[in-house]
């Protein structure tokens, strides 16, 4: 027993931590103004001195972590938009991009360099200010997504007291980018798409947001750190499986998201074979590449978004120990959600509007109420989280899968099988 | 005196807001003006910030760009999906405008003027414990649980009545 415990006490296990020294944003604030004051100001001139402001050590560490930022997360499309490739060839049993670099790794770099040196046409008879912008808007908001997430437990850029509610903020101006993008490309498709699109972004939003409710009424905080600290306890503390609600709550939540960043089978904005590419129709270039690379760090922040709420975030599955916990375990984690991302996609077909519409005011919208209101009645119930109601809740969640399966199993088995025509 | 970057900072988000809502009201394309109002509110969220109401903040963001901005559009863009979209004034309307815009300055001068708190304000650099609490305190469990409760009927009402006007007759 005492061998397995030093095993995972092991320098081998805490890896996250002697790989990824915790980068704390606040430290670097005090030591970039203290850098400020006792080393630069000294050696400047004296008019100049009495009036330098300290601050600037500030702005400029800002600056720096948004650098870090904007040079780190379109890596992240880069290798995403390969797995797409890879994942959909494997599911079509066939192999995917294999000419540029070993197994076509390579491929996304070449792609990525060709739309550098593409023409960026702007269409003559549209709007061009707004044409122009628009990506600008869509980028910068997905990237300002990024700043409040906790990759791990100093790997943050700011633990804002209102963490989750200023991603929802930021999250819903990328709408406002989409419409500008489809009106100001004066092209049909463009139009349908972006209408689209922010008709299912706004409707979408409703439960997402109730979903993230019934956390933060567990959790009684908005900040992400606070929420990933309440789930320190092991597998069984995250937030999912605290509650009935919030397993239900989950999945609510999971696939509104894939509904906000517009993937199959919500993907209507941008289907292909209707409106050719929706509201990007008219962009090319490296303009086209932004949509691109949002689109991708969108679907990463989602998934990361989805693990510190209900996942644990940075924490691991067993308490004390760093297995699936720290900033790998946090990235293997979100991976494994964009992964199913990725698999729903390459299953399902897309929806029709009025069954996207109806799922979401019809079932979704209500479902997130109800749990709303389940939370609530159970922390009257069990106002601190104890092994007992974990037990319970767990039991709770292993029946009603047991029972929505073999419910599931009858109403499939009653209706005829379909005919290959 | 010393030197700090906030004055800059703030006056950057005044100007910014003031800027932009001129162009809302003289500019004649009205999807720019919706667009340019999309600044102006992002500006007044920033002097909120500077207020530290950052919960307040993120709540004009989410409610006035991400919603009611976004159901304008929505409105022009399906009343009409062409790019000439000019908005025609009249001298009549231009003067009830400006009378209406004269009155309400009047009212917001007052205001600002018999309002003693903000005199005794002053910024010495500490940071103000988050708001978040302290509203929902005030909202669910305190003075304005009643407001609070009659304004989501009243929300609720407007839904009805939309769905009721937007629905199709069903004949049969």
């Known amino acids: 027993m005492s061998d397995f415990r030093a095993l995972f006490a092991s320098p081998v296990f805490n890896m996250s931590e002697h790989f990824f020294p915790n980068i704390n944003l606040q430290d670097k604030l005090n030591w970039a103004e203290e850098f400020i004051q006792n080393v630069v100001i000294p050696r400047l001139p004296e008019a100049v001195a009495s009036h330098f402001p300290v601050e600037i050590g500030t702005v400029l560490v800002m600056f720096a972590c948004a650098g870090v930022f904007v040079g780190v997360v379109p890596l992240l499309p880069l290798v995403l938009v390969l797995a797409e490739r890879k994942v959909s060839a494997r599911f079509q049993n066939r192999t995917g991009p294999m000419r540029v670099g070993p197994w076509g790794v390579l491929q996304t770099l070449a792609d990525g360099v060709k739309l550098i040196f593409k023409e960026d046409f702007i269409p003559p008879q549209g709007d061009k200010l707004l044409f122009l912008l628009a990506p600008y808007i869509i980028f910068a908001c997905s990237f300002a997504v990024f700043a409040a997430i906790p990759f791990s437990e100093g790997i943050l850029v700011s633990d804002f007291n209102i963490g989750i509610f200023y991603i929802m903020a930021i999250s819903s101006v990328i709408v406002m980018g989409v419409i500008m993008a489809g009106w100001s490309s004066n092209s049909k498709w463009s139009l349908l798409g972006s209408l689209r699109s922010a008709a299912q972004i706004v409707s979408y939003e409703i439960p997402l947001g109730l979903s993230i409710l019934t956390i933060v009424m567990l959790v009684e905080s908005l900040s992400m750190q606070e929420i990933v600290a309440n789930q320190s306890n092991g597998v069984f503390s995250w937030l999912i499986f605290r509650t009935p609600f919030t397993f239900i709550a989950f999945f609510i939540f999971f696939i509104s998201s894939i509904a906000e960043v517009n993937r199959t089978p919500f993907d209507l904005p941008e289907a292909e074979s209707e409106i050719v590419a929706g509201f990007h129709t008219e962009y090319s270039g490296m303009r086209f590449a932004l949509f691109f690379i949002a689109e991708y760090a969108n679907m990463f922040a989602v998934s990361a978004i989805a693990v510190t709420l209900f996942l644990g975030g940075w924490e691991g599955v067993l308490p004390g120990y760093d297995i699936l916990g720290g900033f790998p375990g946090f990235v293997i984690k979100s991976m494994a959600l964009v992964f199913l991302m990725m698999w729903l996609r390459w299953t399902l077909p897309r929806l029709r509007v009025d069954q996207l519409m109806n799922l979401c005011w019809k079932y979704f919208i209500p479902i997130a109420f109800f749990n709303i209101l389940g939370t609530g009645i159970w922390g009257l119930i069990f106002p601190e989280d104890t092994l007992i109601s974990t037990a319970i809740s767990c039991a709770i969640i292993y029946i009603g899968l047991i029972t929505a399966y073999k419910v599931a199993g009858r109403t499939l088995a009653q209706k005829p099988a379909p005919q290959p025509s | ?172």
């Open chain 2, 1 to 172: 005196m010393e030197f700090t970057l906030k004055p800059f900072i703030f006056y950057g988000f005044a100007l910014m807001t003031i800027a932009s809502a001129l162009v809302v009201v003289t500019v004649r394309n009205i999807v720019h003006a919706a667009f340019s109002l999309m600044v102006t509110l992002f500006g007044v969220a920033g002097l909120y910030v500077f207020l530290q109401a950052d919960f307040l903040a993120a709540t004009q963001v989410i409610v006035y760009v991400g919603g009611i901005l976004v159901l304008i559009l929505f409105g022009v863009m399906m009343t009409s999906g062409r790019l000439e979209m000019r908005i025609h004034i009249e001298r009549g309307q231009l003067l009830l405008g400006g009378v209406v815009a004269l009155a309400l300055l009047m009212l917001l001068l007052t205001v600002i003027a018999n309002t003693p708190a903000w005199k005794n304000l002053t910024d010495d650099g500490t940071e103000l414990p988050p708001t978040t609490e302290r509203i929902g305190e005030l909202i669910l469990n305190g003075p304005f649980l009643l407001p609070f409760e009659v304004v989501s009927v009243l929300l609720l009402v407007a839904l009805i009545g939309a769905a009721l006007i937007s629905r199709k007759e069903v004949r049969d």
